[in-house]
């Protein structure tokens, strides 16, 4: 669609899929063809890895810890289907960075949801190890969010929000104090915010590069890619709080492998797309029309997206390899468990009353 006389981007004649294709072949015959094969490649390597694991993950009890786990295997599914539809029509590119985007904030606060599923199941067992009789009570009678307090409160005060990205550097600034109802919400709020504000940008860039003119629509998609970067390292920031305040009690639980197969391939795709486009606009011999815009030949943005895409498509081996090796299917048990919207409304409810709860230290310095 257009606005006016405006052109809108992506909707110049050579990038229609009959048009791409005639032109590819023509001027860049075999690095062409062999990004479709390996492409192709890729992309049913992709979907059987992730079938085998699913199915795997089908054959354990059924349980809210086997549904999550299982989701999970959304983000390198979509991924990979979305990455080999722009190698076969370059124009989809903003649908695919739109599932891209939604797949990445849904496997992250999937992560989340699993992390507070597992400190819940361990929250209760620490409980029953170390609590006395009349704690257990009054504990259990508050619900999984105040054992999962008292439990985090049993490692002692640290600098919990003194973590990667923003403040790894400023351990020493901050001050010691144990995890609160408070500071477990506001951890879920820094995920679910990217959730939110991804789908909005998104849906709305998509929009705006369909229906706007071209330096709006630009703008806009410049803007945006901004707040969904900063959204998204907000996100990273709630997750590693929730990583280090969890890491000894989830020992077991090997999260450090499941927080590396999120995201180291969502950072090397991000630097691949960097490296590739150095390349491509020091490299890429003038006469090459591949992917090129015949109204706007200087402009090789389509160049990088597609060979970004390429990468990134076999990207997706590597990330489901880490993912089944992450979220092994011999973990998933029928265990007592508690959705997180639950669990946040027993965590509000002690933020309401004060959350103060008393652990076995203060039991011992109360009688002194």
Same mark, same amino acid.
């Given at each position: ?10 909707? %110049? ?19 062409? @063809? /062999? ?6 490649? !890729? ?11 699913? =199915? ?25 289907? =979305? ?17 891209? %985007?939604?797949? $990445? ?21 620490? $409980? ?50 144990? @995890? ?27 929009? !705006? ?21 900063? =959204? ?32 180291? /391939? ?17 490299? *890429? *011999? ?35 390899? @880490? ?33 103060? @709860? ?11």
């Amino acid at each position: 669609m257009s606005t006016g006389d405006a052109k809108t981007p992506g909707s %110049g004649e050579g990038l229609r899929v009959q048009e791409f294709f005639h032109t590819c072949l023509k001027d860049n015959r075999g690095p062409f @063809l /062999v990004s479709l094969i390996l492409g192709g490649i !890729a992309l049913l390597t992709t979907l059987i890895l992730t079938w085998q694991h699913v =199915s795997r993950l089908r054959q354990r009890p059924i349980c809210m810890l086997q549904s999550y786990y299982t989701s999970i295997f959304v983000f390198p599914t979509v991924w990979a289907i =979305s990455a080999f539809s722009t190698l076969i029509c370059p124009r989809s590119a903003p649908l695919a960075e739109l599932a891209q %985007g939604q797949s $990445e904030a849904w496997a992250i606060y999937v992560f989340l949801v699993i992390l507070f599923v597992l400190v819940a199941r361990e929250s209760l067992a620490d $409980e029953v190890r170390h609590a006395s009789e009349e704690q257990h009570l009054e504990t259990k009678a508050r619900g999984t969010g105040a054992a999962i307090v008292t439990a985090l409160a049993r490692q002692g005060p640290q600098p919990f929000f003194a973590v990667p990205p923003f403040f790894c550097c400023f351990v020493r600034c901050f001050p010691k104090h144990d @995890l609160s109802a408070r500071h477990l919400l506001r951890v879920s709020a820094l995920v679910r915010q990217y959730a939110y504000l991804q789908l909005f940008f998104s849906v709305f860039s998509l929009w !705006a590069e369909f229906t706007v003119p071209e330096d709006r629509a630009k703008q806009w998609a410049s803007f945006s890619r901004t707040v969904l970067k900063i =959204s998204g390292f907000m996100a990273i920031y709630g997750l590693f709080v929730m990583y280090k305040a969890t890491h000894d009690l989830l020992h077991e639980w090997k999260t450090t492998g499941k927080f590396i197969a999120i995201k180291v /391939v969502i950072l090397l795709s991000i630097l691949q797309e960097k490296v590739i486009k150095m390349l491509i606009y020091k490299f *890429r *011999r003038k006469d090459n029309t591949c992917l090129v815009d015949p109204a706007d030949p200087e402009d090789l943005d389509h160049v990088v997206t597609y060979w970004s895409q390429f990468a990134l498509l076999l990207d997706t081996i590597l990330m489901v390899c @880490l993912l089944s090796r992450a979220f092994d299917p011999e973990e998933v048990q029928d265990l007592q468990q508690q959705h997180l919207d639950l669990v946040e409304l027993e965590l509000q409810q002690m933020k309401v009353e004060g959350g103060n @709860l008393k652990t076995e230290s203060d039991s011992d310095d109360d009688s002194d």
